[in-house]
């Protein structure tokens, strides 16, 4: 049995079931920051209930950004952290009218969507929920994204800061929180006001499975291959003809399937052709390349290199243009030169009652570039599965999870603080 609720009341759950219903999808097309208008809107709302529990520095910024500040209450030099997630949905699946779902006491098996029956939730695909049983599962009705990347940390940010504001015996340095607009096309920190954020380290609560904090992740690369050909009428073009769309076509085929994300798992890093277009002139293939490692990155671009110099010399009369641009680095990097940030981070999972599992992110967060940006920021759960797809869920008692363990993380630095 299912249900679906609306709530005014303030428990992480009932914050997530406010958040996501409001559409913020974000939209790599659109040049404008925030790329689209309607992120604010959740922006507004956040600003609004952090103003009615008393951070009264709390304000949206015309980048669609909020920050606002829990003050310290106590009189050690503890160091300013930020606890830091994403408004916007991922443009993968729509977010236009969600309607969470609450499956209350999970008793196990497979979880059939109402919206859409043909989407199944299988444990065999995700067996994380063979350690639900009897938690409430909230999922989408199947015809839309939930958005629990990155709203359950959101929620979890919110309502932590509340129990900090309410329970002043609870020690702690001041506590900034941000809120960020398109992480999920790779611009969640190009605009963030560092010197008005105040942080000296942070954490992204993006991760997935409850007690997991991830030091690592992918080092990623763009890659932009224009292929050049030779247009002739094809009525006349026996011999002199050189197709750009068969040559980039050439290309992807001779791509290694090994080197796939379809093939490929753990520390393996891959190479994957995102979008083509062209015409018999001019023809455009665009790439990803990921490792945990800049050599391997290198190694992948070479290899990229290597095939179309190899494809074209059987296009005498062709060229090619070869651009790499940088998306993000792997901010393992930086956290190891900073170590009391995963250790504390892990010993406050602990004391939420988890053993902590410490792992790698294949992909990226807004953690990984504000590591570069100066800010060390590793990533902790947020108790969501299956991102970016209408299958997505997470449960009520993982996210109250998180929100203890951001909790104890505040009590954690404050303790350990000279």
């Avoid at 009264?56 to 830091?84: M, R, W």
């Avoid at 609560?205 to 904090?213: R, S």
């Avoid at 995963?342 to 410490?358: C, S």
Wanted: proline share 5%; aromatic share 6%.
């Amino acid at each position: 049995m299912t249900e679906t609720r609306t709530a005014t009341t303030d428990t992480v759950l009932d914050r997530f079931l406010r958040y996501v219903v409001i559409d913020t999808q974000s939209d790599a097309s659109s040049p404008t920051q925030p790329s689209t208008e309607k992120q604010k809107n959740l922006g507004r709302l956040l600003v609004e209930e952090l103003l009615a529990i008393g951070l009264s520095d709390a304000h949206l910024d015309e980048h669609g950004y909020v920050y606002a500040t829990v003050p310290a209450n106590t009189d050690k030099q503890v160091p300013v952290i930020c606890f830091c997630s994403h408004m916007d949905t991922a443009p993968d699946f729509t977010g236009t009218n969600v309607k969470p779902q609450i499956l209350r006491s999970y008793a196990g098996g497979d979880i059939r969507l109402t919206g859409d029956p043909q989407q199944v939730i299988r444990v065999a695909e995700h067996p994380e929920l063979k350690n639900q049983i009897g938690n409430d599962i909230v999922t989408s009705d199947g015809t839309t994204l939930l958005g629990a990347d990155d709203k359950a940390g959101i929620a979890e940010i919110m309502t932590a800061a509340q129990f900090l504001i309410a329970n002043p015996d609870i020690k702690h340095g001041a506590v900034k929180l941000l809120f960020t607009a398109d992480e999920e096309i790779g611009r969640g920190v190009d605009k963030v006001d560092f010197a008005k954020l105040g942080a000296t380290f942070a954490y992204t609560m993006d991760g997935e499975t409850a007690g997991h904090i991830e030091d690592e992740t992918f080092s990623a690369d763009g890659v932009e291959i224009a292929i050049s050909g030779v247009a002739i009428h094809p009525g006349f073009a026996k011999g002199r003809m050189e197709n750009a769309i068969k040559i980039v076509g050439a290309i992807v085929d001779r791509l290694p399937k090994e080197l796939s994300p379809e093939t490929t798992e753990g520390r393996e890093g891959f190479v994957h052709p995102t979008a083509l277009s062209g015409s018999m002139e001019k023809a455009s293939l665009s790439l990803i390349v990921r490792d945990f490692t800049e050599a391997g990155l290198a190694a992948k671009e070479q290899m990229l290199e290597d095939i179309i110099s190899d494809v074209l010399k059987a296009y005498p009369g062709s060229s090619y243009a070869f651009t790499v641009k940088e998306q993000y680095r792997n901010m393992k990097v930086v956290l190891d030169r900073h170590p009391e940030i995963v250790e504390n981070a892990l010993e406050a999972v602990r004391r939420a009652g988890m053993e902590p599992v410490r792992g790698s992110i294949r992909g990226g967060t807004d953690g990984s570039r504000l590591s570069f940006m100066g800010l060390p920021c590793p990533n902790i759960f947020a108790g969501g599965h299956a991102f970016h797809s209408p299958l997505e869920w997470v449960s009520r008692q993982d996210m109250e999870k998180a929100v203890k363990t951001i909790v104890e993380l505040a009590r954690v630095w404050e303790e350990r603080a000279p």
